[in-house]
């Protein structure tokens, strides 16, 4: 009999950790498994919940674990499907700038991966949250290998230096960004100025076209809903859906889910019911 082979990865998702609650990989990797993607979590914090709850413990992930954790997946020959790898939130800029020769060693053998980084950062509420030295380490490391980016208005803003707050702004702000390996820019929360009260919107953007997406707005700001938006596009990509289209589905998605966390009352983001 041969010997069993290794799991077929086809997707590394790095993102936070939380015990309770639904950011990061605890809300990617159930969405991208949906999609029926073998999914390795490759978390950069584990924390207890997040940060806006009273306690809270836990923190970054010692380089050398992150490190092992990444070179391992090499070790173990699990890469050989690869087809994309998901970025969140990192935490700390050593673990951009590790992530970043990883993924520089890993590229010579698979030439096509999709790397979609949500550059994580803050808010337009909140301001930065995050070590303000991962700012230059996402764009130093990162946003020149990705295929694509997911960040919000704010992040956009953070990443350029440029005003986001019109749609025009945001398009002339996310045009920067695609250099490199960089095909096209997906701003949420994109261009605040131009919102009515029921809705926000989402651009679509890369270096011939633009679309705008306007979606509800509901009365609800469960966290994660970056992390499951960034996971469900990465999942209607590799089901072959071009960008445009990838991003209207997975607004939707991330509706969907507002929706039956509204309906079951929870303070935290829930997937609706698996058809």
Not at 3 to 9: H, K, S, T, V, Y
Not at 185 to 195: F, I, R, Y
Request: charged share 20%; proline share 8%; hydrophobic share 45%.
């Amino acid at each position: 009999m041969n010997d069993p082979g290794p799991l077929p990865l086809d997707v590394v998702s790095i993102m936070s950790q939380v015990v309770y609650g639904h950011v990061g990989n605890s809300i990617a990797v159930p969405r991208l498994c949906r999609a029926g993607l073998h999914v390795a979590a490759v978390p950069t914090v584990v924390l207890s919940n997040t940060p806006h709850y009273p306690t809270m413990h836990g923190g970054a992930l010692p380089l050398d674990w992150f490190q092992g954790y990444l070179d391992d997946l090499t070790a173990r020959d699990a890469l050989r499907r690869l087809r994309a790898v998901v970025v969140g939130f990192l935490g700390n800029a050593a673990q951009a700038q590790a992530l970043g020769r990883w993924l520089e060693r890993i590229r010579p053998d698979h030439p096509d991966l999709m790397l979609i980084v949500d550059p994580v950062i803050g808010d337009h509420d909140h301001g930065i949250y995050v070590d303000p030295s991962l700012v230059d380490a996402y764009r130093d490391h990162l946003v020149g290998q990705a295929r694509g980016l997911t960040p919000n208005g704010f992040e956009l803003a953070q990443l350029t230096g440029m005003p986001v707050d019109g749609i025009d702004d945001a398009i002339r702000a996310a045009r920067r960004l695609l250099a490199g390996d960089t095909e096209w820019v997906v701003v949420t929360s994109a261009a605040p100025a131009t919102w009515t009260p029921d809705d926000m919107k989402i651009l679509v953007v890369t270096r011939t076209d633009t679309a705008t997406i306007v979606h509800p707005r509901l009365a609800l700001t469960p966290k994660g809903t970056g992390d499951l938006f960034t996971a469900s596009l990465a999942a209607h990509l590799l089901e072959g859906a071009a960008i445009e289209a990838a991003a209207r589905q997975a607004a939707d998605d991330v509706l969907a889910a507002l929706r039956e966390t509204q309906r079951a009352g929870c303070a935290e983001l829930l997937l609706p019911p698996h058809p």
